[in-house]
C-alpha cells in the first residue's frame, strides 16, 4: 500500500497551526504596559476583551480536543492504519471549522472566518479526495515461494 503523503504534510501543516492555538491559548500572557504604550485606551480594550475570549473555557476545550484528534491522526499514521488516520484528521478538520464558527460568533471577525472555511474546504477536499481514490493494487508477477 502506498503511503498517504498528503495527509503527511496536511498533519505537519496541521500541528503548526495547532501549537500556535496552544501557544496563544495556554500559554501567551496579555501585557498591559507595552500595550498601553503602542495603543489608545479604547484599542487596549478591544485587545483586552479578545485575548480574554481567546483563553476562556469553551476555547480552551475546543484547542485540547483539536490537539488530541491530530495526535490520534499521527498514531493512526505511524500504526499504518491509514484510513484510520484519514476519519481522524476530518474529525480534527471539523473541529476546526467548529472553532472558527465560535470565533465567528464571538469576535464577529468576518475576514479569519472566511480564511478558515476556505483551508476547511482545501485540507478536507484533499483528505477525501485521496480516501476515495486510493490507487489499486497492480498483481504482482514476482515469484513466491509457494509457486512451483
Not at 7 to 13: E, F, K, Q, S, W
Not at 32 to 56: G, I, K, P, Q
Not at 62 to 69: N, R, T
Request: net charge positive.
Amino acid at each position: 500500500m502506498k503511503k498517504p503523503i498528503h495527509l503527511y504534510i496536511l498533519v505537519v501543516l496541521s500541528v503548526i497551526s495547532t501549537l500556535v492555538k496552544v501557544w496563544m491559548t495556554f500559554i501567551l500572557k496579555f501585557n498591559e504596559e507595552s500595550m498601553s504604550a503602542a495603543f489608545d485606551a479604547e484599542t487596549v480594550n478591544s485587545l483586552r476583551t479578545a485575548f480574554a475570549f481567546e483563553t476562556n473555557l469553551a476555547n480552551k476545550v475546543l484547542v485540547i480536543i483539536l490537539f488530541a484528534l491530530l495526535v490520534l491522526t499521527i498514531v493512526f499514521l505511524f500504526q499504518k492504519k491509514n484510513q484510520y488516520a484519514s476519519y481522524s484528521y476530518i474529525a480534527y478538520l471539523f473541529g476546526t471549522l467548529l472553532r472558527s464558527t465560535y470565533f465567528y460568533i464571538g469576535e464577529h471577525i468576518l475576514m479569519n472566518y472566511i480564511i478558515g472555511i476556505v483551508f476547511f474546504a482545501i485540507f478536507l477536499g484533499v483528505t477525501v479526495f485521496f480516501l476515495l481514490h486510493k490507487p489499486k493494487e497492480k498483481p504482482s508477477v514476482a515469484q513466491t515461494a509457494t509457486d512451483i
